[in-house]
C-alpha cells in the first residue's frame, strides 16, 4: 500500500502559485496525483469518499467520472434525506454537466450555464429547490481570500513538490474558488429572473398601526393564483436587508407569506423599542393581512426566540384571523430574559446593540466579541454595579435602563404577553417546539404552563427533544445530529420545519396532522432511541425517585441517599462574593451550555452529592424538585444547581441545570427577602425539563452552589436593588448550613 501520510511528497511546479493560468494548467495533474494515494487509503464512510472523490475528479477534468461519483454520494441519502439526495453538491453537479458539454475552445460557458441550471433547478421540488438556493448563499469573498490566503502559504516553500495534505487542501480550495467565482453572481441573477417569474414580490410593503406608525414588511404569494390562500406571518426584530429568499420559502409552501419587521425596524421610521408594542402591533399587522385580496381570512405564525415571544403577543388579544401558532424556542418575556428567574443576563446589553443600533440587524456592531468580553469581564472583575455596564461600556442605553429597573414580574413585563385569565381567552390550536437544551426552554414552557392552568381544555401540543435554542427552529438548518459532544438518537434527527407546515396545512387547509405529534405531549427519550406520547405532563410519569442530602463525606463528595440520614447534621458551605480568582470561564449555569457528555465534572465551589449506583434503568422525564433547607447569613442568594447522570462508563451527562433568584422562588411577582439566621426552604420546581433513560448502574450527581460568575448578575445578599450592588457588598462572605435530613430532590421517572 502507498504511504499516505502527510509527509508524502507529490510533484507540484512551484511556478504554478504565479498566476491562475499556470494554477490552471498543473492543478489537472496534481489531481490525478492525488486520486492514485486517495483510492489506495480511502476513508471507510462512503460519502466522505465520494464526497472527495469527485473533487479530484473535477479538477483533473474527468466530468463523468465526477457526476457518477457525486450520484454514489447523493445515493447515500435517498433514505434519510430525500432533498439532500435530490440537490447534494449542487454547483459541482451543474458546473461538471456544463464542462461536460463543453466541446470547442469558442463554446459559450454561460449560455450552457444558463441553459442547464435553469432546467435543473426547475425539475426540483420546493424544498430541494430552497435547499439548493442554500449553496449559492455563501460568502464569495471570503471563499476566494481562503484561497489566496493558501496560496501565499504554499508559496512560502520554495520546491517543486507539495506534501500529499497539503494538495488535498490545495485541491479542494481551489474548486471552491473556480466553481463558485464562476457561479454566485449569475446564479443569483438567473434566480431572480426564475422567482419573479412565479412570485409576486412586494419587498417595501409599509402597513399603517392605529396609531399611526408604520411597520415594513416582505410580502410574496405565487403568481397565477385565482383564488385568496391562507397566509403565514413572521413577526420579527432581526431585519436584514432583503427577507425575500425566507418570504420565498414560505410561499413556496402554498401560502401567503408575510415578514413583518418589528417598529422601527428596516423601512419604519420609529424608534426600536423591543418587545414593547408588539402585541397591539401585532394584532393590527393580523388585521391588515385579513383584508387583503390574496387573503382568505385564515393566517398562522410562526418563528423561533423574539419570533415565538411575538406570537405569545399577538394572542393577548386574539384576532379572529388568527387560527394557529407555532411558538419556538419562545422567548419568556420577563422570565428567562432579560433574566432568569430575576437574575439578569449580562449580553443582555449586547443584545441590544445587536437589535437596536440600526435599521437592521447589526452584527458588525455587535461582532467585535473581544471587545465586548473586555467590558464584561472587566465589570466582573472590578465588582461594578450591572446598572452602569453601558456606561462602562462607554454608551448610554436607555433600554438596558429601562429593563433593570423591572427586576419582578411586574406590569412592564406582564402587559406585553398573555396574563393569567388572558390564557383562558386562547382558544385556538397552539404548537411549542422547544429542547432540552434550549437557553429559552423555561420561558416556551412557562407559556405553556400558563395556558393550561388559566384554559382547562386548550388544544395546545407540545414536540421537544434534545435540541438547542437553533436547532429546535428547524429553519434554516436542521437540528444537528451531534450537539455539544452528544450524538442525538436517530428517532431525534427529524425536520422540524417540515412538521412547521404539516401543521399548517392540518389547521389551515384541513389535512392531515404530522405523524409526530401522536398525542398533545411528544418527547424524546434521550438514551432510548423513541419519542413517547401522552395527553398530559402529569402522566409522563408512573413513580418518582427522591434522594436525600447525605452528611457523610468522603474526600470532596457527599452523598445522595434515598432515606434521610439519621442525624440532621448540617453542612457548612461558605462562598466569598468578592473573591474573582477562582472562576471557570467554560462553567456551565444553564442547560445549552457546555458539553453534554463530559470524562470530567469541575465542581469547585459546588457541593457534590452522589448516589449509590441505580438499581434499575429509569426514564427521566419533566423538570425535578428541590426542597431544601438552609440558615443563610444574608437575605438573598442566586443558588445554582446542576444535576448529571454518571453513566457506568464513568462520563457525566449534563441532565438539567438551573440558576435561580431566592427571593423571587415563591413568587416571581413580588421578592421576598430570607431571614438571615432563620432556617429558610428553598422550593425549586421549573427547573429544566428533560427526558433521559437513565441506565441501571448510574449514579445521580448534584451539585449545589451559589452563582458567581460573568455572565449574570451578582447577587451579593444585602437586600438592595441587586442592580445597584458592588462588590463593596460583598465584605462579609455568604454563608449557609444546609440541613440535609429535610433537604431532598424528586425525579419524575417511568419504570
Not at 496 to 517: M, R, Y
Request: hydrophobic share 35%; aromatic share 14%; net charge positive.
Amino acid at each position: 500500500m502507498v504511504n499516505c501520510s502527510f509527509s508524502q511528497q507529490l510533484s507540484f511546479p512551484h511556478g504554478a502559485y504565479a498566476d491562475n493560468d499556470k494554477m490552471n494548467k498543473a492543478m489537472p495533474e496534481l489531481a490525478l496525483r492525488v486520486i492514485d494515494l486517495y483510492k489506495n487509503n480511502p476513508p471507510t464512510d462512503k460519502i466522505s469518499y465520494y464526497a472527495n472523490l469527485f473533487r479530484y475528479e473535477m479538477i483533473s477534468n474527468q466530468f463523468t467520472n465526477a457526476l457518477r461519483s457525486i450520484d454514489s454520494a447523493s445515493f447515500q441519502f435517498r433514505i434519510s434525506d430525500p432533498v439532500t439526495a435530490k440537490t447534494y453538491a449542487f454547483p459541482f453537479r451543474i458546473y461538471s454537466l456544463v464542462m461536460q458539454k463543453i466541446s470547442r475552445p469558442d463554446s459559450s460557458f454561460e449560455l450552457l450555464f444558463d441553459s442547464i441550471f435553469s432546467n435543473e433547478y426547475k425539475n426540483l421540488s420546493f424544498k430541494a429547490a430552497d435547499a439548493a438556493e442554500n449553496y449559492f448563499k455563501a460568502d464569495l469573498q471570503s471563499r476566494q481570500q481562503r484561497y489566496l490566503d493558501l496560496i501565499k502559504k504554499l508559496k512560502q516553500n520554495d520546491k517543486d513538490s507539495i506534501s500529499y495534505i497539503d494538495a488535498q487542501n490545495l485541491c479542494f480550495s481551489y474548486l471552491n474558488y473556480i466553481v463558485y467565482t464562476a457561479e454566485i453572481q449569475r446564479v443569483n441573477q438567473l434566480l431572480e429572473i426564475i422567482i419573479n417569474a412565479k412570485y409576486i414580490i412586494e419587498d417595501s410593503a409599509m402597513i399603517t398601526m392605529r396609531d399611526g406608525s408604520q411597520i415594513s414588511a416582505t410580502i410574496v404569494y405565487a403568481r397565477g393564483i385565482t383564488t385568496p390562500q391562507p397566509a403565514v406571518l413572521k413577526f420579527g426584530i432581526y431585519s436584514s436587508e432583503s427577507m425575500v429568499p425566507e418570504a420565498k420559502f414560505i410561499a413556496a409552501h402554498g401560502y401567503a407569506s408575510i415578514i413583518a419587521d418589528t417598529r422601527g425596524k428596516r423601512l419604519s421610521r420609529q424608534d426600536v423599542e423591543p418587545f414593547e408594542h408588539d402585541a397591539r402591533d401585532a394584532y393590527d399587522i393580523i388585521d391588515w393581512i385579513s383584508k387583503q385580496s390574496w387573503c382568505n381570512g385564515k393566517i398562522g405564525m410562526y418563528g423561533g426566540s423574539y419570533l415565538g415571544f411575538t406570537q405569545w403577543a399577538a394572542v393577548k388579544n386574539v384576532h379572529p384571523a388568527l387560527k394557529t401558532i407555532v411558538p419556538q424556542v419562545a422567548v419568556g418575556i420577563g422570565i428567562d430574559f432579560p433574566g432568569l428567574y430575576g437574575i439578569y443576563w449580562v449580553d443582555m446589553l449586547r443584545w441590544l446593540h445587536l437589535v437596536t443600533n440600526n435599521k437592521l440587524t447589526d452584527w458588525s456592531g455587535t461582532g467585535n466579541k473581544a471587545n465586548w468580553d473586555s467590558v464584561r469581564n472587566s465589570w466582573y472583575r472590578n465588582g461594578t454595579a450591572l446598572q452602569s455596564l453601558d456606561s462602562m461600556e462607554g454608551r448610554y442605553n436607555s433600554i438596558f435602563q429601562r429593563f433593570i429597573q423591572h427586576p419582578s414580574y411586574d406590569e412592564f413585563w406582564s402587559s406585553m404577553v398573555p396574563h393569567k385569565q388572558e390564557y383562558a381567552n386562547i382558544n385556538i390550536p397552539v404548537l411549542t417546539i422547544t429542547g432540552y437544551y434550549d437557553d429559552d426552554q423555561r420561558g416556551a414552557m412557562y407559556y405553556f404552563n400558563q395556558h393550561h392552568l388559566y384554559n382547562k381544555n386548550p388544544n395546545h401540543y407540545l414536540l421537544i427533544g434534545p435540541y438547542d435554542h437553533y436547532g429546535a427552529q428547524g429553519y434554516p438548518l436542521d437540528p444537528p445530529a451531534v450537539l455539544h459532544g452528544y450524538k442525538i438518537d436517530s428517532t431525534a434527527q427529524i425536520k422540524i420545519i417540515d412538521i412547521v407546515f404539516e401543521w399548517f396545512d392540518f389547521i389551515l387547509k384541513g389535512g392531515t396532522k404530522p405523524a409526530l405529534l401522536k398525542d398533545k405531549i411528544n418527547f424524546e427519550v434521550m438514551g432510548a432511541n423513541k419519542w413517547r406520547h401522552t395527553p398530559s405532563l402529569q402522566i409522563m410519569n408512573n413513580d418518582t425517585i427522591t434522594f436525600y442530602l447525605g452528611n457523610q463525606q468522603t474526600g470532596n463528595r457527599y452523598k445522595l441517599l434515598t432515606k434521610p440520614a439519621i442525624n440532621n447534621k448540617r453542612i457548612k458551605q461558605k462562598i466569598d462574593l468578592a473573591d474573582r480568582t477562582n472562576f471557570e470561564g467554560n462553567e456551565i449555569v444553564i442547560n445549552g451550555d457546555g458539553a453534554i457528555i463530559d470524562t470530567l465534572l469541575m465542581p469547585g465551589n459546588y457541593l457534590c452529592f452522589v448516589s449509590d449506583p441505580l438499581s434499575q434503568a429509569y426514564e427521566f422525564n419533566g423538570s425535578f424538585i428541590a426542597s431544601l433547607n438552609a440558615i443563610i447569613n444574608k437575605k438573598d442568594m442566586d443558588i445554582s444547581i446542576k444535576l448529571y447522570e454518571q453513566m457506568p462508563d464513568g462520563r457525566y451527562f449534563q441532565l438539567s441545570n438551573n440558576i435561580a433568584r431566592c427571593s423571587y422562588i415563591k413568587d416571581f411577582s413580588k421578592r421576598q427577602l430570607l431571614t438571615p439566621g432563620k432556617v429558610e426552604n428553598i422550593f425549586l420546581r421549573n427547573t429544566f425539563f428533560t427526558s433521559r433513560y437513565l441506565q441501571k448502574g448510574s449514579r445521580m450527581v448534584l451539585l449545589i452552589g451559589i452563582n458567581n460568575n460573568p455572565y449574570w448578575q451578582i447577587n451579593y445578599g444585602t437586600g438592595k436593588d441587586v442592580s445597584k450592588e458592588t462588590i463593596q457588598d460583598a465584605a462579609v462572605p455568604l454563608q449557609m448550613q444546609w440541613f440535609t435530613n429535610k433537604s431532598y430532590i424528586k425525579l419524575p421517572v417511568w419504570k
